[in-house]
Structures are given as structure tokens and as C-alpha cells.
């Protein structure tokens, strides 16, 4: 009786030592990123052309753990590596969905960021030079002579017909839309996949960032210069004049303190 | 001098222009921080409402557009639409017609030196500035901080990159109408899409 009590003792312990051990090995082992992915559109990464499909994104394996190296193939027999530069989520806290970033340049899209949910690290991948050298292009001011004609009203709208003209030059960069937008495919799952979501949905194209109030019209000039003027008065909006940014409340304390004070003072000398 | 019932009268409207000072200037204390306690309300809670993608939503002014993050001076802030004194009393406004934040142009956000905005008297260059809206997170990096007459609208004027202006009064300690104004232009230094996504009812 007595020796069967010790033996299972004895076993009830070794099962114990061996799982912890197993336990550890496991957790030894490092956990690499792995992304599914169905892409809507042709991304581009790199040199590398991915038509719309099923993908997969896996982190290489390295001996720090911290590979910036990453695999990606479909079923249709597509397979590279490419390089990403690890970086921090945004927020402390960690990134909420699984999501690709892409960046849509005219009609291409290209891989931007790719952010891990629960992870407080993404990838993001690098633009291929000639996609950087055009986003340049497109940054940098344009002008275009025009020519300036007044008409009176009593007149008919034909500008073309006014004889007074001047020569000014305009800025058709203020026109243009910005040459970049980010939009964000679907994602599906991670692994580890979290415990309550199947698949994540689609979050739409980040364009609303650029359309959520009537803004005024951009520069082709990053810096405010006097140039624009007119055309910043013209746009301004509400944005004419500096807001007041005091509340006030010390003022309107002290200001207080002293009517109250004196009015007391009256009464208390009476 | 005078008489006491001279005297007397006199005290009345003393003490009560300063009872009312008084409790218009504890409002300007309280104000802030319960505006701020119902903005969170408003901007946490989860809504069943959509925004799909390249719409515009219908901001009314005092409606609470985002919430704005100094990670180093663990400052977090709702911003408000408008830069009336009803908004700036609750939070830091957004001024109507600026651009939104994480969007191309000038995003301008005007707070009280005396209360929210208190605070940008430590920000420093490099500094990160997080925008957090419903169409996603938006981060700002410090690229500059200057002080301006009050009367100088530079810092209201669009820009082609996407930017971010904190605007505030200076000198921060001061009785009266500051007569300058403490500037931070932050440059969009990343973007996070995460919002748009459809809500399960």
C-alpha cells in the first residue's frame, strides 16, 4: 500500500518534471510572424509583382530571433525573400488589427507597412527607387504661366475676348492631389491566430483621412512662403486669424477675490 | 467720508461682480476637466456607425474629433471641433477648415495655455504627437517650436505635407491676454489605417 502510494508519488512528480521541461522547450523555441493574405490588387515588393490572390508573409528564422528577412510565396508556386525594417507600433499599447499598409502611387499599389495585431512591432518595406524618384517629381512645384484677363460685367463671360491681359504664373501643383494614399487591404490571420477572431475584415482605403473637412488647398511649397498668399487668403477659411488660446480663469480669480474683498472690507468697516 | 449706508450699498454690487468672477473663473478650473471626462465618454464608447472610406463626416463644432497624445509628457488630450471659447474651455480645438489630422495640409490645433495646453511649455523637438481619430492613428514628430506675435497667421497657412500646429498662448504664465503665441509644427511621421472597420451589431 505504502509503496504504491510512493510510486505514483514518485510518477505524479516525474510526469510534472518532464512536462515543465517540455513546457520550456517550447517556450525556448522563438515564435516567427506568419501572415496570410488575400490580396485585392497587384502589390508590388520590391523587384517582385504579386497578382491579387492568397499570400503568405513568414519571417525567416535567424539566430537572433529578430529577423527583418521574410518569406513570401502563394500556392501558385510564387516564392522570395525580401528585406523589411522592423518598426515600433505607434501607439504603447500594441497594433489592434492585422493589416497591410499599402501605398497606392497612380494605379499601383505597392507594400508599405505591415503591422501584426497584439505585436507591438511591423515591417515596413522599402520603395523601389524608381517609385521614390516620381513621388519626388510630383513634390516639387510646377509652375505654368497663364495669362490674367479682366472682364467688365456688362460685358459677355468670354474671357477670350477681354482686352486687358497680364502675364502671372500659377502654382498647379495647389491642384493636384497628393501623390500619395495608403490604403489597407484585408487581412485574415496571424499566428498565432488570436483566440476570438476568425478572420479580420476589410478595413477600407485610408482615404478619409484626406477628405474628412473641406480643407484648404495644399502648396506645392512645403514652406510657407509669401508667394502664396493669395492663395492661402483665398482658402484660409476660418483660419484667418489666431485663436484665443487663454482661459483666463486666474484673472477672473484674482479679479474676484478683489471685488469680493472690497465689498466686505465696506461692509466690515461700517 | 462716505456714509455706511453709502458704504453699505456700495458693497453689494462689489460683492457680487466678484461672486461672479469667482465662479467664472472656478468654471474656467472645472470646465476643463469634465469636458475632457465627456469627451472620453464620447470618443471611447464604440459606435455602431460606419465611416466608409473617402466619406466626410458631418463634424458639428464641439463634437469630439480625436484624441491627442504627448507620449513623453504622458499628456493625453480630446480634441474638440471649433476653437470657440465653448470648445477650448472643454479641450483643445481643432480649427474648422484646417486640415483633419494624417491628412495632406495644415492640421491646426488651438488649447488654453492656462489649462490643457499648459503643457507644451516642456514639449522639445522630436518630440512624438500621436492623433488618434476614427479613421485611424497618426503619428507627428516635433520638427519645430517658435513663438509669434499674436497678430502672425503664418502658422494658420496650408501646407502641402500633412503637418500638425499646436497653437497656444505665450508667455504661459501671464495675467491677461498673452501677447504672443508658442507654435509646434509636428510633421505626419506615420500612419496607421485602422479605422472604417465594419461593426458588427
Redesign the interface.
Known sequence: MKLGVIQNAVAAIALGVASWAAMGTVQAQPLYDRVNVNLPYTVTIGDHTLQPGDYVIQQLPSESGNSRVVLIYSDNGMKFRTSAMS?P????NT???T?L?LHHFGNDYYLD?I?IQGKDYGYEFPLPDRVKSREKEM?EPVSVAANYSSSKSSENTSAENTTTTASTTENT?ANTP?PVE???PPVENTTPPPPDTAAQ??????????????????????D?SAD?NAD?SA??????????????????????????????S??R?? | MWSAETKRLISYPLITAGAVLLLLGAREVVEPYVGQKAAARTFDEPSAAVIPAGTKPALQRGDTIGKLTIPRLSATYYVMEGDHEEELRRGPGHLRGSAMPGSQGNCIIAGHRDTHFRILKDIQKGDDILVETKTGQYLYRVKSIRVVPADDTAPLQPTSRAELSLITCFPFYYVGNAPKRFVVEALLAARVSAAAEPVVE
Open positions: 518598426i507600433a505607434l501607439d504603447p497594433a489592434r488589427n493589416q499598409v507597412k503591422w513634390s501643383a497628393p495608403n490604403t489597407t475584415t476589410t478595413p477600407p482605403p485610408d482615404t478619409s483621412a484626406q477628405a474628412t473637412t473641406p480643407q484648404p488647398s495644399m502648396q506645392s511649397s512645403a510657407r502664396n492661402r482658402n484660409a477659411n476660418d483660419t484667418n486669424a489666431m485663436p484665443r488660446t487663454s482661459a483666463g480663469w486666474l484673472m477672473m480669480l484674482l479679479s474676484g477675490g478683489a471685488l469680493s474683498g472690497a465689498g466686505l465696506l461692509r468697516k461700517r
